[in-house]
């Protein structure tokens, strides 16, 4: 899960997407084109930076950036999302699902005449056999809780398959709730209503697949010669470890894209793919905090620079299960005692000040109104008076946990400094191997009394941050934080068909959040790309990387040398 | 000889099956899962105990260990765990590139520092000599990634000579074939000028002058050939470690090459990959080692195998 690897993996929008959804409850974002006067090479190449080599592109599998990207160019969903609204809106679905009325059954029709990217039409028996994969247990993709909602999905993907008998996986398999109907119909049916189920239908889980593709290709048929999609792209060659060259798909239904050909580099190392840049060998780069300052001291290259914001927030959890972090007053004194705004100024360099509740700025359910975190050293040491810890020893030398690294004992350090400037609190830093770090957060006993996470939007709704993340029966971060009310309030909201009513009860409930603090925001990653003059029609959101998601058959490059 | 190299070949049976066992207790020591791929992000535990069972990395250590054993007895490298790759494809296609860069960087190496190391030690404290010696210090000293960025940002940014992304052509393979070689070519201009130094000062050198050879061939066909059993000794290992591949070198110039993926594989916790390529370096540096000795015996006739 959480498709964020790196705080460079960015997305693409204007400066202004931050001032344009400072609106209430759920936000818009405000995509932006780069128009331009240039018209459209023909023979348009396009040249960009996908970092280390994916893992895996299959569609069933994929969880990182760089995979979803190449899985997003060559494949399309039933549904996709509106840059505008991130609103789900039919791609390979004919028109709007048809929801019955108790809200657990959906129904997408398909397009006339769809097909694969070789000829071959594209039934909804391929769509079902897409999403059916993503269930199988055999296929073992991170990403296939999301399609627990539907019915027996999570039986069949939690089966042993080592053990179970081939006749209860074939039963379980045959109870799940994904049938295709007929050659254009494909029908879910869910455990409960969830109003977010048309934006789980633009993901990569539910992306169609050729049988031929799979008996051809066996374990290997992300290879280009099986890895066969319906998108605007075709994958042609695949370098291990090297280079992927897509070309455009002349049979798609939207026509065919503008670029004839982009090819995506494998550079892992920034200062390697900073220079490829600036030697014209990549066309669109993700600016890394140490490069900043050489970009901003070049007049071209700084004219080539773009803000872009990005899907993820950064916090600071607490285990709320040991003193002195079971007083919610002690947590939020911690959280109240640091300035955002200079934390990002003088430390993260790029990025936003998490100034308002946990769900960044982009994401629907973004509260910029949220102050119950906002940074106040005189209400911290109030908070801090009024807790059952006002003066025991619990509260001195609290160690902050992390993942040792030198970016985030810059990190930890500076906090630290903060709560003994403002809070007169010492918190001791306590480094360990990243892999143990990851262990010891799994699990509640281990869980330390502060550490830093991340957490990205997996699809745009607040169901995805508020209830996967801090409903108590998460699986993310164990604070062990629980208010059953907070937990009834999601839930509710979870369920709720009506979209008013469903954002105001997400409202309250992040705002609860907020307050009880089991958790202090720390920053919404935002990020900064450079991107040559020659490349245009490239449209973005929150939600997408460097050109990795939506409308990618709009973007061109005009003739250059 | 027929024997020895027969029986050399067959001992490498046990050191192959004493390296895999050793290599397999640790890399299942460390701490972590392959299924751990995001710090920043942890999988639910639950998540993570399914995929080991389903990968069976869950069973009891000795238990997989056995089993492959078996499979690798049936030449089966097994596929990688984080990656939709066989650990035999991944070889295959990248094991090829590290070994051309490496032998390409060896023999530049070699050209370079035997005939250096020659002269430094024919022209003892003149200035080819203090030059020379002082390049191989700079070789030695200031690390690859250091020249290397330093090499990109002047031939590549500046000079706009050479390109950055991209492999294949010989524009790509300049640099990182030079630079790879720069840390063997300073160690072996070293050797082979202390050897040589040594060689030269041996008696049968001065008998040679002594029964009247021509300067020439006292020097190539008598003290060259004595002076090149300590260089032979560090050329086997300097050869392997050459064509499994350097991070470093493979990460800043994009070589799709084996050691990086060595590396990433250790850090990834991705045993069969991690197995594969460590049983691999085991069994060229053991050829290697095989080849040096049996080079001995060409070089110093004294030197007989058994």
Redesign the interface.
């Known amino acids: 899960?959480?498709h964020?690897?790196s705080v460079v993996a960015l997305v693409l929008t204007g400066a202004f997407v931050l001032a344009a959804c400072q609106g209430q409850g759920p936000t818009t974002t405000n995509p932006i084109t780069q128009i331009g006067e240039g018209q459209p090479d023909p023979n348009g190449a396009l040249?960009t930076n996908l970092g280390?080599?994916p893992?895996?592109?299959?569609p069933h599998?994929a969880?990182?950036v760089g995979e979803i990207a190449v899985v997003m160019s060559v494949f399309e969903g039933l549904m996709t999302l509106d840059p505008k609204t991130l609103r789900p809106v039919p791609a390979a679905a004919a028109k709007e699902p048809e929801i019955s009325s108790d809200q657990k059954s959906w129904k997408f029709t398909l397009r006339d005449g769809l097909k694969f990217s070789d000829g071959t039409p594209l039934t909804a028996r391929d769509f079902e056999r897409g999403f059916m994969r993503t269930c199988d247990?055999?296929t073992?993709g991170?990403y296939a809780?999301v399609l627990y909602i539907v019915a027996g999905c999570e039986k069949w993907n939690?089966m042993?398959?080592?053990k179970a008998s081939a006749s209860a996986l074939d039963a379980a398999k045959k109870a799940v709730g994904i049938n295709a109907l007929d050659e254009r119909t494909i029908q879910f049916d869910l455990i409960e209503p969830a109003a977010y189920f048309g934006s789980i239908a633009y993901m990569w889980v539910g992306m169609p697949v050729k049988q031929e593709s799979l008996d051809k290709g066996g374990?290997?048929w992300?290879e280009p010669a099986t890895y066969i999609g319906n998108g605007p792209f075709r994958l042609t060659s695949w370098?291990?470890?090297?280079?992927m060259v897509f070309e455009r798909n002349d049979g798609y239904w939207r026509g065919a894209p503008k670029l004839k050909k982009w090819t995506r580099?494998?550079?892992?190392?920034g200062?390697?793919a900073f220079?490829?840049y600036?030697?014209n060998?990549?066309d669109v780069l993700g600016v890394a905090a140490e490069d900043l300052r050489s970009v901003e001291s070049d007049n071209e290259l700084k004219g080539q620079m773009q803000d872009v914001p990005g899907s993820c927030t950064y916090y600071i959890g607490f285990n709320a299960t040991r003193p002195p972090m079971d007083d919610p007053n002690v947590r939020l004194a911690f959280a109240r005692s640091f300035d955002r705004d200079q934390y990002v100024k003088e430390i993260q360099k790029i990025g936003a000040a998490a100034n308002g509740g946990f769900i960044p700025p982009g994401i629907p359910g973004y509260d910029k109104d949220d102050a119950a975190q906002r940074f106040d050293p005189a209400a911290a040491k109030a908070s801090l008076a009024k807790s059952k810890y006002a003066s025991a020893p619990e509260l001195r030398n609290v160690k902050f946990t992390y993942?040792s690294n030198a970016r985030t004992k810059t990190r930890v350090e500076w906090l630290q400094q903060q709560w003994k400037q403002n809070l007169g609190l010492e918190v001791v830093p306590d480094p360990v191997?990243?892999?143990?770090?990851?262990?010891l957060?799994?699990?509640l006993e281990t869980t330390p009394l502060m550490f830093i996470?991340?957490?990205?939007a997996d699809f745009p709704d607040q169901q995805n941050w508020l209830t996967t993340v801090f409903h108590s029966t998460t699986?993310?971060a164990k604070t062990g934080w629980k208010n059953e009310k907070y937990d009834a309030l999601v839930r509710q909201a979870d369920r709720e068909s009506d979209k008013a009513r469903r954002d105001a009860l997400y409202q309250e409930a992040s705002r609860m959040l907020s307050a009880e603090a089991p958790a202090a925001w720390l920053y919404y990653v935002t990020g900064k790309i450079l991107i040559k003059p020659w490349v245009k029609g490239v449209t973005t959101t929150a939600l997408d990387s460097i050109l990795s998601q939506f409308r990618l058959w709009e973007v061109y490059v005009t003739k250059h040398s | 000889m027929l024997t020895y190299v027969a029986r050399r070949l067959l001992l490498l049976i046990p050191t192959l099956f004493f390296v895999a066992l050793i290599t397999f207790g640790l890399a299942h020591a460390a701490p972590g899962s392959p299924f751990d791929k995001n710090p920043d992000r942890p999988l639910p535990q639950a998540t993570i105990e399914r995929l080991e069972r389903l990968y069976g990395v869950d069973r009891p250590v000795p238990e997989q260990f056995a089993l492959y054993l078996g499979n690798l007895l049936r030449f089966d490298l097994g596929s990688s765990l984080v990656k939709d790759r066989s650990v035999a494809d991944i070889i295959g296609s990248q094991f090829p590139v590290s070994a051309q860069l490496g032998l390409q960087a060896l023999f530049l190496a070699l050209a370079v520092a035997l005939p250096l190391g020659v002269i430094s030690a024919l022209r003892q404290n003149t200035a080819v000599d203090y030059g020379s010696m002082a390049l191989a210090t700079v070789g030695t000293t200031i690390p690859s990634f250091v020249i290397a960025i330093f090499a990109i940002y002047v031939f590549a940014v500046n000079l706009k000579l050479i390109p950055i992304v991209g492999w294949g052509t010989p524009k790509h393979m300049i640099l990182p074939t030079l630079i790879l070689s720069l840390g063997a070519m300073a160690f072996l201009t070293r050797i082979t000028r202390a050897s040589m130094l040594e060689a030269i000062r041996q008696d049968y050198v001065r008998t040679a002058r002594g029964k009247g050879l021509s300067e020439q061939m006292v020097i190539v066909g008598h003290a060259l050939k004595n002076a090149m059993i300590p260089v032979a000794t560090i050329i086997g290992p300097a050869t392997a470690g050459l064509i499994t591949g350097s991070f470093i070198i493979e990460t800043l110039f994009s070589v799709p090459g084996l050691g990086r993926e060595f590396v990433v594989s250790i850090v990834r916790r991705d045993y069969p990959v991690i197995m594969g390529v460590y049983l691999l370096y085991a069994f060229l540096i053991a050829v290697a080692n095989l080849t040096v000795d049996i080079l001995y015996g060409v070089l110093d006739p004294r030197i007989r195998v058994r």
Request: glycine share 4%; proline share 2%.
């Open positions: 899960m959480g964020l690897r040249t280390s080599e893992d895996t592109i299959d599998k969880s990182f247990p055999r073992a991170d809780f939690t042993d398959v080592r374990e290997r992300t370098k291990h470890n090297e280079s580099q494998m550079l892992n190392e200062a390697v220079a490829a600036r030697n060998e990549l993942a191997d990243s892999t143990a770090y990851t262990q957060v799994k699990k996470l991340g957490w990205c699986t993310v």
